[in-house]
Nanobody
């Protein structure tokens, strides 16, 4: 059973940068796609960024492309999300997730829909003020 623990959330000013971390038991990123999703108050959970098993390639939502970067820190057993140029609309609870089916998928890009992800962390809250 994969266990995911997110950290790094907090309150930030617009324009700030922050890195979220997802500590993953069992190093699932070697054989499974991993992703970050977010859920703003009163809204559905949405895709943010994903990384293919093994580390390449990455895939991003249009709303964060060019500002956010997902990457694996193998020495720390984490999948991180570097978030730059934060905006108030980035305010949400951010969740890390693992896709079980991606371990046998031949797709080039990582899984990036909600239904493709099976294991979830508890989330870390990011609030961005103007």
């Amino acid at each position: 059973q994969v266990q995911l623990v997110e950290s790094g959330g907090g309150s930030f000013q617009a324009g700030d940068s922050v890195a979220l971390s997802c500590l993953a038991s069992g190093r699932p990123f070697s054989s499974h796609d991993m992703a970050w999703f977010r859920q703003a108050p009163g809204k559905e959970r949405e895709f943010v960024a994903a990384i293919r098993r093994g580390g390449e390639p990455q895939f991003y939502a249009d709303s964060v492309k060019g500002r956010f970067t997902i990457f694996i820190e193998y020495a720390k057993n984490t999948v991180s999300l570097q978030m730059n140029s934060l905006r108030p609309e980035d305010t949400a609870v951010y969740f890390c997730a693992v896709s079980e089916s991606s371990s046998y998928s031949d797709d080039y890009y990582p899984a990036h829909s909600l239904r493709e992800y099976d294991y979830w962390g508890q989330g870390t809250r990011v609030t961005v003020f103007t």
